[in-house]
């Protein structure tokens, strides 16, 4: 599977489209898969297509062409992630939307990390990818959907840097969104900027909704154990200030 990702002349995101065994058509009008609403923009203009694990992309008789690395292309010609793509004043490019190991780099060994070093853990509850879990190792753990992010969440809703989850020293995360095209909700609500989430809170980026929980699974009370000793100190002490005032009011 890829995603074909659209930016205008300026770089700024057009729209993103998943790109499945199929094709999808691309054109000025509305009956087509991709619409770029430009003059320059034939009404049907190409066609993207995946065969196998081979992308294509042809030229369907447009006015202006299509580019593909700086050449005029009309039959359908191979591309990849490295293809730069040309339809009008619109920059059109591929990312492969599945997770891929990283390689180590040459001459560093990579330390064995265990899953009780782990302070945390995002569980996937809803998309084709419920059920897989993501356990949250580092301070702070980049979200996204391509391979360069700690978690990849391989979701055509799921922007290239979505959003970030930063550790906080009384167990608490700090969540922030990347000015992402779908938005990360926390609780069902949507992160402006930042907002603070702790286990048992749900976490929803783009369309993939996740469960914030410990490494064993579990949730637990935003309180603090010394958020508990406060409250229970004044109980405690409006339960004395009730008996001294009834005593007064006895005497």
Same mark, same amino acid.
């Given at each position: 599977?890829?995603?074909?990702?659209?930016?205008?002349?300026?770089?700024? =995101?057009?729209?993103?489209?998943?790109?499945?065994?199929?094709?999808?058509?691309?054109?000025?009008?509305?009956?087509?898969?991709?619409?770029?609403? $430009?003059?320059? &923009?034939? /009404?049907?203009?190409?066609?993207?297509?995946?065969?196998? =694990?081979? *992308?294509? %992309?042809? #030229?369907?008789? $447009?006015?202006?062409?299509?580019? +593909?690395? #700086?050449?005029?292309?009309?039959?359908?010609?191979?591309?990849?992630?490295?293809?730069?793509?040309?339809?009008?004043?619109?920059?059109?490019?591929?990312?492969?939307?599945?997770?891929?190991?990283?390689?180590?780099?040459?001459?560093?060994?990579?330390?064995? +990390?265990?899953? @009780?070093? *782990?302070?945390?853990?995002?569980? +996937? +509850?809803?998309?084709?990818?419920?059920? /897989?879990?993501?356990?949250?190792?580092?301070?702070?753990?980049?979200?996204?959907?391509? #391979? @360069?992010?700690?978690?990849?969440?391989?979701?055509?809703?799921? $922007?290239?840097?979505?959003? /970030?989850?930063?550790?906080?020293? #009384?167990?608490?995360?700090?969540?922030?969104?990347?000015?992402?095209?779908?938005?990360?909700? =926390?609780?069902?609500? /949507? %992160?402006?900027?930042?907002?603070?989430?702790?286990?048992?809170?749900?976490?929803?980026?783009?369309?993939? @909704?996740?469960?914030?929980?410990?490494?064993?699974?579990?949730?637990?009370?935003?309180?603090?154990?010394?958020?508990?000793? &406060?409250?229970?100190? =004044?109980?405690?002490?409006?339960?004395?200030?009730?008996?001294?005032?009834?005593?007064?009011?006895?005497?």
């Amino acid at each position: 599977m890829y995603i074909v990702v659209v930016e205008d002349e300026r770089g700024a =995101l057009v729209s993103e489209h998943a790109l499945f065994e199929g094709r999808l058509t691309v054109g000025r009008t509305a009956e087509n898969d991709v619409v770029l609403p $430009s003059n320059a &923009v034939s /009404r049907r203009h190409a066609a993207i297509s995946l065969e196998g =694990l081979v *992308a294509y %992309i042809e #030229d369907l008789g $447009s006015a202006n062409g299509v580019l +593909v690395n #700086d050449q005029k292309v009309r039959d359908a010609t191979p591309i990849n992630e490295s293809s730069q793509i040309r339809i009008g004043e619109y920059r059109v490019f591929l990312e492969r939307a599945t997770g891929k190991l990283k390689p180590s780099q040459s001459g560093i060994s990579t330390a064995i +990390v265990h899953p @009780e070093q *782990a302070h945390g853990k995002l569980v +996937v +509850v809803s998309g084709p990818q419920a059920g /897989r879990e993501h356990l949250l190792f580092e301070p702070i753990t980049c979200i996204g959907r391509t #391979d @360069e992010n700690d978690i990849t969440l391989a979701d055509v809703s799921v $922007s290239r840097h979505h959003a /970030r989850v930063k550790r906080q020293d #009384d167990g608490s995360y700090i969540v922030t969104d990347l000015d992402s095209s779908n938005g990360t909700l =926390l609780q069902g609500r /949507r %992160i402006q900027q930042s907002a603070r989430a702790w286990h048992g809170d749900r976490v929803q980026f783009g369309h993939v @909704e996740c469960v914030l929980v410990d490494p064993l699974g579990k949730g637990r009370s935003r309180r603090t154990s010394k958020q508990y000793a &406060v409250f229970a100190l =004044l109980v405690v002490g409006a339960a004395l200030l009730g008996a001294l005032v009834s005593l007064l009011l006895l005497g």
